[in-house]
T-cell receptor, first 112, second 114 residues
Framework: DAKTTQPNSMESNEEEPVHLPCNHSTISGTDYIHWYRQLPSQGPEYVIHGLTSNVNNRMASLAIAEDRKSSTLILHRATLRDAAVYYCILRDDQTGANNLFFGTGTRLTVIP | ETGVTQTPRHLVMGMTNKKSLKCEQHLGHNAMYWYKQSAKKPLELMFVYSLEERVENNSVPSRFSPECPNSSHLFLHLHTLQPEDSALYLC?????????????FGQGTRLTVV
């Protein structure tokens, strides 16, 4: 399974935009880029995913580099409820049931 | 509420006990997963079921025994556990049809082995 690299932690001020980076230099052409987040004492929660084009949904935006070797999760206005660990994961169709393998993620702290 | 329900939420068991964790989803998914999350460690994929057939077993000790009687239910049977097995156990479900789908996680069972 292709690996991703994320900073261990980031801080943001409340109501400011947050850009969470992810490097995935060994990504293959069929890997989808998924983002999940895990709030304290909860299971992971799906945020967004994409393949090549930038994606937007009600939670966030995903900007994917042209060579697909990196991506950025964008939270447009951070709130205190966005404090969580954010995981960038590559999901392919080569492994059984398209398994999700989690790394250590980025712990986002939102400062009031 | 994600649509994936895990019970119990908390469990304390002795090393000689036998207990089971339960996971249920009615999302129409037919892939289900067990993950283990120990303190300060990434989530570890333990077992994967696709269409009620086990497709992955990531070198998990035999004291953990999964069961998937149908596509909506997943169990993790526990026996003679060790204190180091104390962790958050998470269940997830998704469609196995391709990587262009999302997974839904339950709230987890916090297991303490004494």
């Amino acid at each position: 399974d292709a690996k991703t690299t994320q900073p261990n932690s980031m801080e943001s001020n409340e109501e400011e935009p947050v850009h969470l980076p992810c490097n995935h230099s060994t990504i293959s052409g069929t890997d989808y880029i998924h983002w999940y987040r895990q709030l304290p004492s909860q299971g992971p929660e799906y945020v967004i995913h994409g393949l090549t084009s930038n994606v937007n949904n009600r939670m966030a935006s995903l900007a994917i580099a042209e060579d697909r070797k990196s991506s950025t999760l964008i939270l447009h206005r951070a709130t205190l409820r966005d404090a969580a660990v954010y995981y960038c994961i590559l999901r392919d169709d080569q492994t059984g049931a398209n398994n999700l393998f989690f790394g250590t993620g980025t712990r986002l702290t939102v400062i009031p | 509420e994600t649509g994936v329900t895990q019970t119990p939420r908390h469990l304390v068991m002795g090393m000689t006990n036998k207990k089971s964790l339960k996971c249920e989803q009615h999302l129409g998914h037919n892939a289900m997963y067990w993950y283990k999350q120990s303190a300060k460690k990434p989530l570890e994929l333990m077992f994967v079921y696709s269409l009620e057939e086990r497709v992955e077993n990531n070198s998990v000790p035999s004291r953990f025994s999964p069961e998937c009687p149908n596509s909506s239910h997943l169990f993790l049977h526990l026996h003679t556990l060790q204190p180091e097995d104390s962790a958050l156990y998470l269940c997830a479900s998704s469609h196995p049809d391709g990587p262009n789908t999302e997974a839904f996680f339950g709230q987890g069972t916090r297991l303490t082995v004494v």
